[in-house]
């Protein structure tokens, strides 16, 4: 085995100690990060959108895609800070950051290459309910035209 190997293995599968000092700074982004979906999840977000399942939708995902990046970087601190022997290796810290990457590009991928052919079929589906005879009144526009026919 080469030298070079050899000693990138060491680096990697060793625990670093007391060394890793950037708890503080990954503790507070990955906090930040999870207030985005705790505000979705338990605020009243949810609440404004249910009338617009699209945009319900997009930001379920958003909220859980947020959630397991926070999570994991939460745990591997954890990891970290209680020293355990395999778990606080520096490999998993690296693991973690090209999953983070991956799965964020990932989700800026499938939100604007997805998300607004999902808008716009909820548009032509809204379109289509305003026409139609016998529309549904959950159909936002429809519920409002109702209402102001009924007050005349």
């Known amino acids: ?3 070079w190997l050899r000693s990138l293995a060491r ?19 990955s906090l930040a990060v999870l207030c985005i979906p705790i505000y979705h ?7 404004r ?10 930001l379920d995902g ?15 601190i954890m990891f970290r800070s209680f020293d355990l022997p ?5 490999i998993w810290l690296y693991v973690v950051a090209v999953g ?28 289509r309910k305003r026409y139609l005879a016998g529309a549904t009144p959950a159909v936002p526009s429809v519920t409002r035209r109702t209402r102001a026919a009924k007050q005349r």
């Open 1 to 3: 085995m080469p030298d």
């Open 11 to 29: 680096y990697l599968f060793e625990s670093p100690g007391p060394a890793f000092n950037y708890y503080v700074p990954v503790l507070v982004a």
């Open 41 to 47: 999840f338990a605020l009243a977000s949810r609440v």
């Open 49 to 58: 959108f249910r009338r617009y399942p699209v945009h319900l939708f997009i």
């Open 62 to 76: 958003l909220s859980w895609w947020l959630s397991g990046i926070g999570l994991s970087w939460l745990i591997v």
């Open 86 to 90: 395999v778990l606080s290796w520096r």
């Open 100 to 127: 983070s990457a991956f799965f964020y590009l990932r989700g800026l991928i499938w939100i604007y290459r997805r998300g607004p052919r999902l808008l716009a079929d909820y548009e032509t589906e809204l379109q």
